[in-house]
């Protein structure tokens, strides 16, 4: 078989060296040359180009991951995407529940980014990017949510929960990035979090950053 497919190759290679009509592309398959998707490598090329340390931490991205897996997320919500580091992380955790995320971002050239990211860490078919403010692209995405992700600027997060906690399942979860590291910039945010009747909220810090974890009751 082995020869015989050697003898095809070399028929088919006279054929287009001499210029005849080739039906059979005599060259190896792109599909068997390209390799699948390494979202690793993405990560890391993300990270290592993050100059503005936007991104959340590996840490941080492990317990998103995790949080998503572990809760059988479906409808996922992430408040800005920046380049895609924490929506792959989520991604990851989503291909596994079968769920889907919709990332939201505002800056055009993070937002062209984040969806080269996710496509090259084969996450297409389960991260939306929509490019915008999300204070005008929330209302637009039909249904609720049963995971939230919040990581845009912290002077608006408790603007952004006010936004989010009424299309959020019950059992849904509210996750808020930065609360430990930058908790003065958010001081309304975290009383309402906290004190909330219908919430159980607790703060983790897998890396110093700190995330509180609201799940509806
Ligand atoms: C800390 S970065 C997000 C990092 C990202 N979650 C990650 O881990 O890779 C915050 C991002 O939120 C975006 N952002 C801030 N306010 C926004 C808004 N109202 N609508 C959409 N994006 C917003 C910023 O442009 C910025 O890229």
Same mark, same amino acid.
């Given at each position: 078989m082995i020869v015989n497919l050697r003898a095809a190759r070399f028929r088919a290679c006279m054929i287009l060296l001499t210029g005849a009509t080739c039906? %059979?592309? #005599?060259? #190896?398959q792109a599909a068997a040359q390209s390799k699948p998707p390494d979202a690793s490598a993405v990560l890391a090329e993300i990270r290592s180009k993050d100059t503005g340390q936007l991104a959340v931490s590996e840490e941080d991205g492990r317990f998103l991951r995790l949080m998503i897996a572990s809760s059988g997320t479906k409808r996922a919500l992430e408040i800005g995407g920046a380049s895609g580091y924490s929506a792959i992380w989520m991604g990851l955790g989503l291909r596994k529940t079968g769920g889907r995320l919709v990332t939201i971002e505002y800056d055009p050239a993070r937002a062209r980014e984040l969806v080269a990211n996710v496509r090259r860490a084969g996450l297409a078919d389960i991260v939306e990017v929509r490019t915008g403010d999300a204070f005008q692209q929330i209302p637009k995405i039909t249904g609720t949510f049963d995971f939230v992700f919040l990581d845009a600027w912290k002077k608006d997060y408790k603007r952004f929960f006010d936004l989010v906690y009424p299309r959020l399942d019950a059992n849904g979860l509210f996750i808020a990035h930065n %609360? %430990?590291?930058?908790k003065n910039e958010m001081a309304d945010f975290l009383a309402a979090v906290q004190t909330h009747p219908s919430l159980w909220t607790t703060i983790v810090s897998p890396s110093g950053e700190g995330m509180s974890v609201s799940l509806r009751k």
């Open positions: 039906l %059979v592309d #005599p060259r #190896p %609360v %430990v590291n930058k």
